[in-house]
Nanobody
Framework: HVQLVESGGGSVQAGGSLRLSCAAS????????MGWFRQIPGKEREGVAR??????TYADSGKGRFTISKDSATNTLYLQMNSLKPEDTGMYYC??????????????WGQGTQVTVS
């Protein structure tokens, strides 16, 4: 049974930083592709970043500010967020699944961690 547990959210002032973590447990291959998503109030859930093997991809909203990384030894996914803006406020989710030719087939989702930027 795959479980994803996010942590690290909180409230910060604009320009600040947060580091989100996602502790994963379960079958390793199914977590080969992992990503971060966010749900901003009034908007659809959107992808923020993903990592598959050593390849990383970022949405335009986070390019240059966010860094996704993964510690394969501990199956922990991270999202370092710098220069945070009020529009980054939302619930952040990590997801895991199998890699596709392009993107990931996400099957597992965490419960989310709230990020509030004022």
């Amino acid at each position: 049974h795959v479980q994803l547990v996010e942590s690290g959210g909180g409230s910060v002032q604009a320009g600040g930083s947060l580091r989100l973590s996602c502790a994963a447990s379960g079958y390793a291959y199914s977590m080969y592709c992992m990503g971060w998503f966010r749900q901003i109030p009034g908007k659809e859930r959107e992808g923020v970043a993903r990592i598959s093997g050593s390849s990383t991809t970022y949405a335009d909203s986070g390019k240059g500010r966010f860094t996704i990384s993964k510690d394969s030894a501990t199956n922990t996914l991270y999202l370092q967020m710098n220069s945070l803006k009020p529009e980054d406020t939302g619930m952040y989710y990590c997801a895991a699944g199998r890699p596709l030719h392009i993107g990931c087939a996400y099957k597992y989702w965490g419960q989310g961690t709230q990020v509030t930027v004022s």
